[in-house]
């Protein structure tokens, strides 16, 4: 059985057509993919950074090492991964065989960079200094 000549035509140009769309939607696809990386990569970087009390340290003094230290910590990983979307810092103190969470800071990207201040995004441990031995509980 052979095909007429101008069946042949059309399924060639048919043939064409798909291929071309196959091609651009593949270009189309991985070009987007390598400009905007899709969502699902995206993560969270979670830390966990341990802080020993100085001697004569007080507790107020403390708690501004750990908000240094928890600014650097995230900072320091949206600029080392463009991946990472959240930042998780848990920032614990430690004294005399004590251990209690002073602060934990939890971030995205975008709110980091209109306000990179740690005061504004931390959750604080109001029982940290006593958990640390560093004041007296009160009892209301």
Do not use: C
Request: glycine content about 6%; hydrophobic content about 45%; aromatic content about 8%.
């Amino acid at each position: 059985m052979k095909i007429p000549s101008r069946s042949l035509s059309i399924l060639r140009k048919i043939g064409l057509a798909l291929g071309i769309s196959l091609s651009l939607g593949t270009s189309f696809f991985l070009g987007r993919a390598a400009i905007a990386p899709p969502s699902v990569l995206a993560y969270t970087d979670a830390i966990s950074i341990e802080l020993y009390l100085r001697s004569g340290e007080s507790f107020p003094i403390l708690l501004r090492r750990a908000e240094v230290v928890a600014r650097a910590a995230a900072q320091r990983s949206f600029d080392r991964d463009i991946l990472v979307t959240f930042v998780s810092i848990d920032v614990v103190g430690k004294n005399n065989g004590a251990i209690a969470p002073l602060l934990r800071l939890h971030v995205d990207r975008q709110t980091w960079q209109q306000q990179p201040d740690p005061q504004l995004w931390a959750r604080y441990f109001p029982n940290a200094p006593f958990l640390l031995g560093m004041e007296e509980r009160t009892t209301p």
